[in-house]
């Protein structure tokens, strides 16, 4: 079947709906019977994910070519090759921030003035207490404020951004390669709206058991279920493990088009589309400066990008999701979810850094008013 336009684009999705009503009333329904149950909720979003300290360089393309790691995408390293490639920027000075995309997420949206805990895995070191300390001063609840830490090494990422601002990984996941599911707080899954994973957590045995803890805990109390797909490199190699969160299907996905793309094994956006549809009842594809796709049932929706001068793409899609979950955790529409996530997103990558700050989201969510 061809289609002439996006705009016009509509299909049959496999998945059963019930009732009658259009896909988009189903859905504006759905979201606002979660917005009316929060004062049955005590969180917006419950997350889980890595928990790492970034430290991002600038480099050139020609450096990032001689340090042998692939552009644009997120690449495992070890603690040899962490030491390795540090000896390589060790000229230049990096901006240390938290980091983690399930933690970007969830202080996104506490800065934007929703409620979130963080459920992850630290290292008794100076980066385990720093990266505890910037989330309860983000106003981001956690695990981590009332155990014990245990001795090890903090997990990091270095990040390399060239000159085209794209943004390339090397994750050594040091003490978050043993987040298990001792690390779950199901209490407060249990009274959150959204529980949210991270893609990256299908590369770990244990990380990968506790996410799916977390999700057997909020489908038994009625908690609406969310996943990242993160990274092409989750795909290529960790499928198995993505496929096991996805299930039968889940409330929330968010991907980017090259994600969807290496997921569904084609290029042909309608084709894209098609196999994205069944993996959940709505579906955020991101598109950078094109701006979103929404596919909510059978509607399609368009949500225009916000022009930016992009100078570090790092962090994008954990904005855009923090400020889409906001979004719909506080009774709007999905698609005026998405232009509030659009225009966060774009905000961020006109700056260095993978966060904005809580005076910079709080005048983007006035704006939209």
Not at 27 to 37: E, I, K, Y
Not at 163 to 168: K, N, Q, W
Not at 295 to 305: K, Q, Y
């Amino acid at each position: 079947m061809e289609f002439k336009s996006i705009k016009n684009f509509q299909f049959h999705c496999s998945r059963k709906h019930a009732g009658v009503l259009p896909a988009q009333a189903c859905n504006a329904l759905h979201w606002t019977a979660v917005f009316c149950g929060l004062n049955m909720t005590h969180y917006h979003l419950y997350a889980i994910g890595n928990a790492l300290v970034d430290s991002e360089y600038d480099v050139s393309d020609d450096r990032l070519a001689q340090m042998g790691v692939s552009k644009r995408h997120m690449t495992l390293i070890d603690e040899t090759q962490r030491s390795a490639l540090l000896a390589q920027v060790h000229d230049l000075k990096p901006r240390r921030t938290g980091g983690g995309s399930a933690g970007n997420t969830v202080v996104a949206l506490s800065q934007l003035g929703g409620r979130s805990f963080y459920s992850c895995r630290v290292a008794d070191d100076e980066l385990g207490a720093f990266y505890r300390d910037d989330l309860q001063a983000q106003g981001v609840a956690s695990n981590l404020q009332h155990a014990q830490l245990r001795p090890g090494q903090t997990g990091t990422c270095l990040v390399l951004v060239t000159p085209d601002a794209e943004r390339t990984m090397c994750t050594y996941l040091g003490a978050t390669a043993a987040l298990d599911p001792s690390a779950l707080h199901p209490q407060d899954i249990a009274r959150s709206q959204i529980y949210y994973m991270e893609g990256y957590l299908a590369s770990s045995p244990s990380g990968l058991q506790a996410a799916l803890q977390g999700l057997d805990v909020a489908r038994q109390n009625g908690v609406r279920t969310a996943l990242t797909l993160s990274d092409v490199s989750m795909i290529r190699f960790c499928r198995e493990g993505l496929q096991a969160m996805l299930g039968d299907g889940l409330d929330l996905l968010f991907a980017n088009e090259e994600e969807a793309q290496t997921w569904c094994g084609s290029q042909d956006l309608p084709t894209v589309l098609r196999g994205l549809a069944p993996l959940a009842r709505t579906i955020c594809l991101t598109r950078g400066p094109k701006g979103a796709l929404l596919i909510e049932g059978e509607r399609l929706t368009e949500v225009a990008g916000v022009p930016a001068k992009a100078i570090d793409t790092n962090g994008a899609g954990d904005m855009f999701a923090g400020a889409f979950l906001y979004g719909v955790t506080h009774g709007m529409p999905a698609a005026q979810a998405a232009t509030l996530a659009n225009r966060a997103a774009a905000a961020v990558v006109a700056q260095h850094g993978c966060r904005l700050t809580r005076e910079r989201l709080q005048g983007l969510l006035k704006a939209l008013a």
